[in-house]
T-cell receptor, first 113, second 113 residues
Framework: AQSVTQLGSHVSVSEGALVLLRCNYSSSVPPYLFWYVQYPNQGLQLLLKYTTGATLVKGINGFEAEFKKSETSFHLTKPSAHMSDAAEYFCAVSKSSASKIIFGSGTRLSIRP | EADIYQTPRYLVIGTGKKITLECSQTMGHDKMYWYQQDPGMELHLIHYSYGVNSTEKGDLSSESTVSRIRTEHFPLTLESARPSHTSQYLC????????????FGPGTRLLVL
């Protein structure tokens, strides 16, 4: 069975600081990995996804994530946080394009002025 | 921007009432999904559909039912609402050949008194 663990339900950083949101997964087959963002009172929006190929994936709004098979991780980073990045971030995994997506419990990102 | 709509956005209702949460998408997507999300928790898939007249139960058992009579419409019904049904319900859709990229609606926050 597949699962996703997001370390830290709440992360707070200062504006301009590095953002690092951690995600570890378990999968019996090569996974498809995703990061979604949920702004207040809105639905989820795809930030980026890894399927095959290059392990460093760039997404929208300056975010990127690196698939590290040896560490079973897919951490999300952004070099410089902006106030507008405050939101809930969900890591997710699926076995293939034909499989259901399993979501993590989410990490709430707060940005301090 | 995703064209997937949910109504109502907020609903407060008494125990025993029948409710229908509406979800519509104008993207011509084959697959549609319903997720249940409690505050600070992961999304749980409760229903999905591959296309018209196709409905399947998700990973989380739910007393709700769904129907898919038209491609663009995927309503969720609770015959008799209970306080335990209080949650946020998120609808999503995807193309069948690219179903890992799911587009989400804004959600319906349901409170059953």
């Amino acid at each position: 069975a597949q699962s996703v663990t997001q370390l830290g339900s709440h992360v707070s950083v200062s504006e301009g600081a590095l953002v690092l949101l951690r995600c570890n997964y378990s999968s019996s087959v090569p996974p498809y990995l995703f990061w979604y963002v949920q702004y207040p009172n809105q639905g989820l929006q795809l930030l980026l996804k890894y399927t095959t190929g290059a392990t460093l994936v760039k997404g929208i709004n300056g975010f990127e994530a690196e698939f590290k098979k040896s560490e079973t991780s897919f951490h999300l980073t952004k070099p410089s946080a902006h106030m507008s990045d405050a939101a809930e971030y969900f890591c997710a995994v699926s076995k293939s394009s034909a499989s259901k997506i399993i979501f993590g419990s989410g990490t709430r990102l707060s940005i301090r002025p | 921007e995703a064209d997937i709509y949910q109504t109502p956005r907020y609903l407060v209702i008494g125990t025993g009432k029948k409710i229908t949460l509406e979800c519509s998408q104008t993207m011509g997507h084959d697959k549609m999904y319903w997720y249940q999300q409690d505050p600070g928790m992961e999304l749980h898939l409760i229903h999905y559909s591959y296309g018209v007249n196709s409905t399947e139960k998700g990973d989380l058992s739910s007393e709700s039912t769904v129907s898919r009579i038209r491609t663009e419409h995927f309503p969720l019904t609770l015959e008799s609402a209970r306080p335990s049904h209080t949650s946020q319900y998120l609808c999503a859709s995807s193309l069948h050949r690219d179903q890992e990229t799911q587009y989400f609606g804004p959600g319906t926050r349901l409170l059953v008194l």
